[in-house]
């Protein structure tokens, strides 16, 4: 295969890739008509749970900006995508983490191209970073966060137990860890008072947090909650069981933690030890290397071992890694 028809048939993979990519995140004619179902009940509809529903949706939709509404169409998963966002507790929206994909992706377009790597090499090396870099930073910040909420979610589930102990009700309870607990705790109890404030009841309102959050954590005391309602007993005996099962649990996570870090430094030296000799390689001998960024036959070569090696990665972090 000659080296002009293997960079057109890389692109013409790259375009076939993005021309799916925006056609799968049009809405369709069945999602429009939903929509259109969706807004002809809520004009006409007097429900308490209805109206809230369209003051938050009137929330979110003021929120966006022009640079979110030029993006709309070309990011699949929209929904998705703003959650995850929403997690990180950043105020970043839809646009921006576009722009921050475009942009990553033309820079090292340009600096691979600019360094006299193949046209073909530097397209696929900024689609990849294009692409890897802004998810990866958007699950860092996430991990960072509710890391900081599990932390803190035994303090706050105390705070809760003295203000019931003391006579207030659980609605109020949760206003006042809001404000006394330190974000992002106080923040997503914050956000749970706001909307029993504007007509959701308290099992959507912590239904809806324990969805965006994921955490196993809060979960536990969403159903903590649900099953106290219907059955009744100590809700304040309850709730204080749970802050020492969450303690017990979070004191489980660092001991596996410590006993498989061993494993897992084992696992990054043999991971990076192969970029790590091709880099004293190259920097010894730069044309003993060379044409793993000129010779097409190499280039594949190259990219199946990175293939290989990021299985075997995957591979070594699921094995060293345990959940609770």
């Known amino acids: 295969m000659s080296r002009d028809l293997m960079i057109a048939v890389i692109f013409g993979c790259v375009f076939v890739a993005l021309a799916l990519i925006i056609m799968m995140s049009g809405d369709g004619n069945a999602k429009r008509g939903a929509k259109r179902l969706e807004q002809l009940r809520e004009r006409h509809s007097s429900s308490r749970e209805v109206l809230a529903q369209v003051q938050m949706r009137r929330i979110l939709a003021s929120r966006e900006s022009r640079l979110d509404n030029m993006f709309q169409g070309l990011i699949p998963n929209r929904a998705l995508l703003r959650q995850r966002l929403e997690r990180t507790g950043k105020s970043w929206s839809l646009g921006q983490y576009a722009v921050a994909s475009l942009g990553i992706l033309a820079v090292t377009f340009i600096a691979i191209s600019g ?8 397209a696929l090396a900024g689609v990849f970073f294009g692409l890897f870099l802004p998810h990866m930073v958007v ?36 206003g006042v860890v809001g404000k006394e607990i330190m974000d992002p705790v106080g923040y997503e109890f914050r956000q749970v008072s706001d909307k029993i404030r504007i007509g ?35 809700l304040a005996e309850t709730l204080n069981n749970l802050a020492e099962v969450l303690r017990k649990r979070a004191q489980m996570k660092l001991k596996i933690r410590a006993m498989s870090s061993e494993s897992k430094a084992s696992a990054y030296i043999v991971g990076a030890l192969p970029f790590i000799v091709f880099t004293l390689v190259y920097m010894m001998n730069p044309s003993y290397l060379a044409p793993f960024f000129t010779d097409p036959r190499l280039m594949v070569a190259g990219v ?5 090696m990021s299985i075997g990665a995957f591979i070594m972090a699921k094995m060293v890694s345990f959940e609770i």
């Not at 199946?304 to 290989?308: D, E, H, K, T, V």
């Open 139 to 174: 699950s860092f910040f996430i991990k960072k966060r509710i890391k900081d909420f599990n932390d803190r979610f035994p303090d706050a589930i105390d705070l809760l137990v003295r203000g019931l102990r003391s006579g207030l009700p659980i609605s109020e309870s949760i």
């Open 200 to 234: 959701r009841t308290m099992e959507q309102a912590l239904q809806e947090t324990a969805n965006r959050l994921t955490t196993p954590e809060f979960q536990f005391f969403v159903i903590t909650l649900s099953i106290q309602r219907e059955t009744g007993g100590n």
């Open 115 to 122: 360094a006299g790597a193949p046209i073909a090499l530097a």
């Open 304 to 308: 199946g071992g990175l293939i290989w």
